[in-house]
């Protein structure tokens, strides 16, 4: 009888009969609390998009780098991860102890700098066996190979709207080539290697994702690990395949640290900060302004000529980003 006393007093507390005891209204005030730490979220998923965003037009300036170093293309990789790695060794010294792991021996750690080794040395077959156009769109498959993984590996649910985004973002890779691809039985081979490289960019970001959200190693740190392992790589492919290495000019040096700076430490590293936080699926679809701030330099730097249908597949990447983007559930504020 006692205890139903009570109840009963708790009840005509809520309802307004008397006042509310003091642990109630400290109840109260913790849900307020915990409502506005709601908001927490949406911020970091803010900072971790805009990362993203930058980090795809960083990587998308990579080819105009390239076409004007005075090197061959492997020994370009290779400079680009190189080049990079002082500075991304001072951005992993700079981060706390507890993420902190310049060394690491992670298994997806240690795939995401084999992984994009494969992607650069199969994306430079490609360019000399096809289309630079054949190259580029097919290369635009990795998001088909990322939302596979996720859904297998990680188990990971792709939604509708990251459906008809990835559908958007295809569509829109393919007017951004617009009529410069082109298929031919001569250029199969070159076409395949395309798709290689897709499938090997995917499987890096998938490794970056898990690195990234079960060890909760640091973004600099696996950069740094990832550029070390693919520089290493590169290096022996360069050996083994190029005959001009070396750059042959002051102008040729700051090409390639450009490229070391803009691609691997903003564009790579930038990649690694956002795969934190977001879904890999969902980041897979951001790399596609990959290509349009590579058509935008090329518009810019080198004078290519950019077409309506060009245009619009670059607004319908941007659509199809914008519909797959994550959806963040505010709690109800409780009354």
């Given at each position: 009888m006692r205890r139903s006393g009570r109840q009963r007093a708790d009840a005509a507390a809520l309802t307004g009969v008397t006042p509310a005891p003091p642990w109630l209204t400290?109840?109260?005030?913790?849900?307020?609390?915990?409502?506005?730490?709601?908001?927490?979220?949406a911020r970091q998923t803010a900072f971790a998009f805009a990362a993203l965003v930058i980090g795809a037009f960083a990587m998308?300036?990579?080819?105009?780098?390239?076409?004007?170093?005075?090197?061959?293309?492997?020994?370009?990789?290779?400079w680009r991860c190189f080049l990079a790695l002082?500075?991304?060794?001072?951005?992993?010294?700079s981060e706390p102890k507890e993420i902190r792991s310049m060394f690491s021996t992670d298994r997806a750690?240690?795939?995401?700098?084999?992984?994009f080794a494969g992607d650069l040395f199969f994306w430079h077959l490609s360019i000399l066996a096809t289309t630079v156009a054949n190259a580029t769109f097919i290369a635009t498959m990795a998001p088909v190979w990322v939302a596979f993984g996720a859904w297998f590996v990680f188990r990971e649910r792709m939604s509708q709207a990251n459906f008809l985004g990835l559908a958007l973002c295809l569509l829109g890779g393919a007017a951004l080539i617009g009529q410069s691809y082109s298929f031919a039985p001569?250029?199969?081979?070159?076409?395949?290697?395309?798709?290689?490289?897709?499938?090997?960019?995917?499987?890096?970001?998938?490794?970056?994702?898990?690195?990234?959200?079960?060890?909760?190693?640091?973004?600099?740190?696996?950069?740094?690990?990832?550029?070390?392992?693919?520089?290493?790589?590169?290096?022996?492919?360069a050996m083994m395949l190029?005959?001009?290495?070396?750059?042959r000019s002051l102008d040729g040096w700051i090409t390639l640290l450009s490229l070391a700076i803009v691609s691997q430490?903003?564009?790579?590293?930038?990649?690694?900060?956002a795969l934190g936080k977001l879904p890999a699926t969902f980041s897979s679809l951001v790399i596609f302004l990959e290509a349009v701030g590579a058509a935008a330099l090329g518009w810019l730097v080198l004078s290519e000529a950019l077409g309506p249908l060009q245009l619009f597949g670059g607004a319908l990447i941007l659509f199809g980003i914008w519909v797959a983007r994550p959806r963040i559930k505010t709690p109800a504020t409780t009354i």
């Open positions: 400290k109840f109260r005030n913790k849900k307020k609390y915990l409502v506005n730490a709601a908001a927490l979220p998308g300036a990579s080819p105009i780098f390239v076409r004007l170093a005075d090197v061959g293309p492997y020994a370009s990789a290779f002082p500075f991304l060794a001072l951005w992993a010294l750690v240690i795939l995401s700098g084999l992984f001569e250029r199969l081979l070159g076409d395949g290697y395309a798709l290689v490289t897709s499938l090997f960019f995917g499987l890096y970001m998938l490794a970056v994702s898990n690195a990234r959200t079960r060890t909760k190693i640091g973004a600099g740190s696996l950069a740094f690990v990832s550029a070390a392992i693919t520089a290493a790589c590169m290096f022996v492919i190029e005959t001009n290495f070396m750059p430490v903003l564009g790579q590293g930038l990649l690694a900060v």
